[in-house]
């Protein structure tokens, strides 16, 4: 029997981790390093989370990775934090990488960017957070292997600052 739409499950990428979290891998690296409520959002894809996950001395985030496949034998190639009930929590992360030399851009158009990504020359990894969402801020970590996420490179002299005031009310 054919599947439409369906296509065959990838190789699982390579075991890698950051700050303690897994960042791509197999499932069995995921359920080690604390993934282990899992769910099928489709027919296709696998949700694996974590909750209480601290990053940068910050935190609790909730946290989760995306695998490929029903049974999640294709792997996954990023993770995802986000606070439920604060979308600012995240920009604790962002504040400890540039206290530590990271530099960021901005995808999207000058202020209107979609996503903040910082960068750090040796890093395995980027890492990008939303500007503009709909629902709770997510913040990626993302190899930088993973050529499918967007990407934009820090230009010299001041960056373009982000506004991390809450709106009112």
């Not at 409520?37 to 296709?44: F, H, K, M, Q």
């Not at 989370?49 to 029903?70: C, I, N, T």
């Not at 009930?85 to 995240?90: K, L, M, P």
Request: hydrophobic share 30%; net charge positive; with cysteine.
């Amino acid at each position: 029997m054919l599947c439409a739409g369906c296509k065959p499950v990838r190789d699982p990428p390579p075991a890698m981790f950051f700050g303690g979290l897994p960042v791509s891998g197999k499932l069995s690296d995921a359920q080690r390093a604390g993934f282990n409520s899992c769910v099928n959002t489709d027919a296709i894809r696998m949700r694996c989370r974590r909750h209480a996950v601290m990053l940068a001395k910050s935190g609790p985030y909730e946290a989760a990775v995306d695998l490929v496949g029903s049974d999640g034998r294709g792997g996954f190639d990023q993770v995802t934090l986000w606070h439920d009930r604060d979308n600012y929590a995240v920009y604790q992360i962002t504040d400890a990488l540039e206290q530590a030399g990271w530099v960021y851009c901005q995808t999207g158009e000058g202020r209107r960017g979609d996503q903040i990504i910082y960068t750090r020359k040796g890093s395995p990894v980027r890492i990008s957070m939303d500007l503009s969402y709909w629902g709770k801020r997510r913040l990626r970590i993302i190899p930088e292997w993973n050529q499918q996420e967007p990407r934009c490179t820090p230009t010299e002299g001041p960056a373009v600052p982000i506004d991390r005031q809450r709106p009112p009310g």
